[in-house]
Nanobody
Framework: QVQLVESGGGLVQPGGSLRLSCAAS????????MAWYRQAPGEQRELVAS???????NYADSVKGRFTISRDNAKNTVDLQLSSLKPEDTAVYYC???????????????WGQGTQVTVSS
């Protein structure tokens, strides 16, 4: 019913930048919080940043001041600007959204397929 498609991952040197994008499509009535998570090998998936419909943001301490999350409510997209990247930022990054498909339906959780970010010299 709802698909989230990420793009923009890749290989970057330490100190470099990347921009991740995520587009939601399908049967969408409204989207509540949108977020980016990441999962490194052998680690738990962790929240990187989230943004509400009104634009209120929340960041993991490890990325504050380096990453910026933004969204376009009209286009159902969410972006993550990654700057001053460190090797420990290497992970698969996942887009997440809380979506209501109809006025009377509950909010459901949807995930993208993930995009790899590798920070290495």
């Amino acid at each position: 019913q709802v698909q989230l498609v990420e793009s923009g991952g890749g290989l970057v040197q330490p100190g470099g930048s990347l921009r991740l994008s995520c587009a939601a499509s399908g049967r969408i009535f409204s989207i509540n919080v949108m977020a980016w998570y990441r999962q490194a090998p052998g680690e738990q998936r962790e929240l990187v940043a989230s943004i509400s419909t009104s634009g209120a943001t929340n960041y993991a301490d490890s990325v504050k001041g380096r990453f910026t999350i933004s969204r376009d409510n009209a286009k159902n997209t969410v972006d993550l600007q990654l700057s001053s990247l460190k090797p420990e930022d290497t992970a698969v990054y996942y887009c997440h959204a809380l979506v209501r498909t109809r006025l009377t339906s509950p909010t459901n959780s949807y995930w993208g397929q993930g995009t790899q970010v590798t920070v290495s010299s």
